[in-house]
């Protein structure tokens, strides 16, 4: 694992109440997120696949997928749709897993500590407490701090990722350093988020659309623009 940055010594040790998914929970959460991504797909005609998933091998389905499913946190709608009509005739358990999808929390945000079980992150508000998914938790986290773009999900009472880490930043320069610290501790203080309830509520008062700045926005739509050229 990577060497600690300042930023993680004043990070206390949150409890997580869902991590590490076991096969059962696996296939429910990439299969429902599968059928989620391939409707849409259908809705707003992003790439030609006929299904979408952000599981497997294949980095060129796996970058296809990534790019559909940030158009998808970009058009809450969508869930909306898919939870209360069921337009893929999909398994009800899958629709009750989708459904408070509709409060993704969508950010850039900084991690600031990361182990096997959970990882740290902050944005520009709270600190969130996000548990592993197939892998150890901070599997894809390069350096800390570092800067990601991350969908958090409620999934089983808990928060998980949707399956894709975009790297905005892998480390900061070193005199953000003390700032990011000072900011890490004031909200590791302030609470950590770390239950699905939370998160929704937390969502519910900083709408996922608005969260991410034109400026950044744009930087995003070129990165994806190429992920999906190189495919």
Same mark, same amino acid.
């Given at each position: 694992?990577?060497?600690r940055?300042?930023?993680?010594?004043?990070?206390?040790?949150p409890?997580?109440?869902?991590s590490?998914?076991d096969?059962?929970?696996?296939d429910l959460?990439?299969?429902?997120?599968?059928?989620?991504?391939?409707?849409?797909?259908?809705?707003?005609?992003?790439?030609? *696949?006929?299904t979408v998933?952000?599981? #497997?091998?294949d @980095?060129?389905l796996? /970058?296809r997928?990534?790019?559909?499913?940030?158009e $998808?946190?970009?058009?809450?709608?969508?869930?909306?749709?898919f939870?209360n009509t069921?337009?893929?005739?999909?398994?009800?358990?899958?629709?009750?897993?989708?459904?408070p999808?509709?409060?993704?929390?969508?950010d850039?945000?900084?991690c600031?500590?990361?182990?096997?079980?959970y990882a740290?992150?902050?944005? *520009?508000?709270?600190?969130?407490?996000? #548990?592993a998914m @197939?892998?150890?938790? /901070?599997a894809h986290?390069?350096?800390?701090?570092? $800067?990601?773009?991350?969908?958090?999900l409620?999934f089983?009472?808990?928060?998980?990722?949707?399956?894709?880490?975009?790297?905005?930043s892998?480390?900061?320069?070193?005199s953000?350093?003390?700032?990011?610290?000072?900011?890490?501790?004031?909200?590791?203080h302030?609470?950590?988020?770390?239950?699905?309830?939370?998160?929704?509520?937390?969502?519910?008062?900083?709408?996922g659309e608005?969260?991410?700045?034109?400026?950044?926005?744009?930087?995003?739509d070129?990165?994806?623009?190429?992920?999906?050229a190189?495919?």
């Amino acid at each position: 694992m990577q060497s600690r940055r300042p930023a993680e010594k004043d990070a206390q040790r949150p409890r997580v109440p869902y991590s590490h998914m076991d096969e059962h929970d696996e296939d429910l959460f990439y299969e429902t997120l599968a059928e989620l991504l391939t409707y849409a797909n259908h809705v707003l005609g992003v790439v030609d *696949d006929p299904t979408v998933s952000l599981r #497997g091998d294949d @980095r060129r389905l796996l /970058d296809r997928g990534a790019v559909v499913s940030e158009e $998808l946190w970009r058009h809450r709608w969508i869930i909306d749709d898919f939870a209360n009509t069921n337009p893929l005739g999909v398994a009800r358990d899958h629709l009750e897993v989708a459904r408070p999808w509709r409060h993704a929390v969508r950010d850039a945000f900084t991690c600031i500590d990361a182990n096997e079980d959970y990882a740290l992150y902050i944005n *520009d508000h709270r600190a969130f407490a996000v #548990g592993a998914m @197939r892998g150890n938790a /901070d599997a894809h986290v390069h350096d800390i701090p570092s $800067l990601m773009l991350l969908t958090l999900l409620p999934f089983k009472g808990g928060i998980v990722t949707d399956g894709k880490t975009v790297h905005l930043s892998r480390r900061p320069i070193p005199s953000a350093l003390g700032l990011i610290a000072r900011q890490a501790r004031e909200l590791v203080h302030a609470g950590v988020i770390a239950t699905a309830d939370e998160l929704v509520a937390y969502e519910r008062e900083h709408p996922g659309e608005s969260q991410i700045s034109a400026r950044l926005q744009r930087v995003i739509d070129a990165y994806l623009s190429q992920l999906l050229a190189d495919t």
